[in-house]
C-alpha cells in the first residue's frame, strides 16, 4: 500500500523561502498525478497545486507565482518549493495521491 510522508516544514520569516517535500513508498508514484493542499489554523483544507503525471503543474491563485512544484523521480518525490511566504501561508501542507495521503508538516509563518 502506498505511503506517503512530508517533510521540511518549520518556521519561517514573512518573506522567506522554505521547501517540503513529499516521499513515497513504491516509484509508481512518480507515473501518476499528485496534489497539494494544506489546512490553515481553524479552517477547511483547500488545494495548493497539482502536478500530473506528464509533469503539468497547476497552482491556486494564491499559490501561482510563488510556489513551484517538481519531481525528484530518483527519491520518489515532489518538491514543493515556496517562495516570498506570507502569514497567511500557515497551515499544516499535505501531499495525496489517489486515496492516500500524507500525515502533514507544520509551515509557520512569523515573525
Known amino acids: 500500500q502506498l505511503q506517503l510522508v512530508e517533510s521540511g516544514g518549520g518556521l519561517v520569516q514573512p518573506g522567506g523561502s522554505l521547501r517540503i517535500s513529499c516521499t513515497a513508498s513504491?516509484?509508481?508514484?512518480?507515473?501518476?498525478?499528485m496534489g497539494w493542499f494544506r489546512r490553515p489554523p481553524g479552517q477547511e483544507r483547500e488545494w495548493v497545486a497539482t502536478?500530473?503525471?506528464?509533469?503539468?503543474?497547476v497552482y491556486a491563485d494564491y499559490a501561482q507565482g510563488r510556489f513551484t512544484l517538481s519531481r525528484d523521480k530518483a527519491k520518489n518525490a515532489v518538491i514543493l518549493q515556496m517562495n516570498n511566504l506570507k502569514p497567511e501561508d500557515t497551515a499544516v501542507y499535505y501531499c495525496?495521491?489517489?486515496?492516500?495521503w500524507g500525515q502533514g508538516t507544520q509551515v509557520t509563518v512569523s515573525s
Open positions: 502536478i500530473s503525471k506528464t509533469d503539468t503543474t
Open positions: 513504491s516509484s509508481t508514484f512518480n507515473s501518476n498525478g
Open positions: 495525496h495521491q489517489f486515496n492516500t
